[in-house]
């Protein structure tokens, strides 16, 4: 009865956990957070007619929101990467399970290989490049599939 | 005979000389028991200057007019009646005197009102926080003015009040290029934000929504 108790309260601390990591923004980063907090400072400089402090204050700002920007993006880019690397995986997964007709094996085999550097390149955080892999293996899919439901 | 002739040369004579004009009167001798008003008219000049260079007839013109009118009477009688002429010198100095005396004070005020303008307008733009220094250094002059002023030197105070004036003048044409020099970062900044706002928005929205 106690391991039962335990278990449901795990349970829910990891469901909560989730929901909240699910619900969290991208804008709930340190660079974003900063520059915020600099601007904040620098209008309250310029409201005290610290006016070159003022500046320089949102001149930092906007370091930190480039920070932030290419965080957004890479953090966008990486989700982008890893959907379409997920996508390309199930569909080379389930025809290599379903099996080819012999004349299209070229096309199964070089899916392989697309999703091969695919992988790679996500590992080797080059994104973008993992990205244009893993359309690639779906493009050789699509045709895949049409060719095998005639 | 001869008694005839003599006659008639008395009668020429008699009629000569009725026919004659009248002699002339002789010209007015010149007044030499009143030195030449040298002196005075030298001061009156100088005054005058004074006056004119420093534009000072407009605080004061009914006196102003006493004395140009008074010089002018001194430097015609100058030479030809010295009485009559340091007479009107004397009072052509005491007119410029009283301008100059009238003048001062007015224009100190107007001098500082000047500066209390530009002062305030300074102010207005936290120039004393922005420009600490510079705007110290402006009102340090001005004191120094006020100072000469309530002494009673007023050409020392006119002449502080100018310079401190100039040093307001660009305080706060300084002051106001680094306002809008903020303003501009900030609104930069503030623009900025809003980007990185929408553009997370979005990434947020195609990662909780799952699309790709």
Redesign the interface.
Do not use: F, H, L, W
């Given at each position: 009865m106690k391991k039962t108790i335990l278990f449901g309260l795990l349970i829910l601390a990891l469901l909560l956990a989730a929901s909240s990591a699910a619900a969290q923004s991208l804008l709930d980063n340190p660079d974003y957070k900063k520059a915020v907090e600099l601007q904040r400072q620098g209008e309250a400089a310029y409201a005290e007619g610290d006016y070159d402090k003022a500046k320089e204050y949102s001149e930092q700002a906007k370091i930190y929101l480039e920070r932030s920007n290419a965080y957004v993006e890479n953090r966008l880019l990486i989700y982008r990467a890893n959907s379409l690397l997920k996508s390309a995986q199930e569909r080379v997964s389930y025809f290599k399970s379903v099996g080819v007709q012999p004349d299209y094996q070229g096309y199964l085999d070089q899916a392989e290989k697309d999703l091969a550097s695919a992988r790679a390149a996500y590992e080797a955080e080059r994104y973008q490049e993992s990205i244009d892999y893993s359309k690639k293996v779906l493009a050789g899919i699509a045709v895949m599939k049409t060719v095998q439901a005639k | 005979m001869r008694k005839i002739v003599i006659l008639m040369i008395a009668g020429l004579a008699l009629l000569l000389f009725s026919c004659a004009s009248p002699p002339e009167q002789p010209e007015q001798p010149v007044d030499t028991t009143v030195a030449l008003p040298e002196k005075e008219l030298e001061e009156a000049k100088s005054l005058k200057t004074r006056v004119d260079d420093n534009g000072l007839s407009e605080f004061a013109a009914e006196e102003y007019q006493q004395a140009e009118s008074s010089l002018q009477e001194g430097q015609g009688a100058y030479g030809k009646d010295n009485a009559k002429a340091k007479t009107a010198l004397d009072a052509a100095i005491a007119s410029y005197r009283a301008v100059i005396s009238k003048a001062y004070p007015l224009w100190v005020d107007r001098s500082k009102a000047e500066v209390d303008t530009i002062k305030t307008k300074a102010e207005q733009?936290?120039?004393?926080?922005?420009m600490k220094q510079e705007y110290g250094a402006a009102k340090a002059k001005y004191e120094e003015a006020v100072a000469a002023k309530d002494a009673g030197n007023f050409e020392q105070a006119i002449s502080l009040f100018a310079e401190a004036k100039t040093l307001f003048q660009d305080v706060y044409q300084k002051?106001k290029q680094?306002?809008e020099?903020?303003?501009a970062?900030?609104k930069?900044?503030?623009d900025?934000?809003k980007?990185?706002?929408e553009?997370?928005?979005a990434?947020?929205e195609?990662?909780?929504g799952?699309g790709?």
């Open positions: - | 733009i936290k120039a004393q926080v922005a002051t680094k306002k020099a903020a303003e970062e900030i930069s900044a503030q900025g934000i980007e990185a706002e553009k997370a928005k990434a947020d195609e990662i909780q799952g790709a």
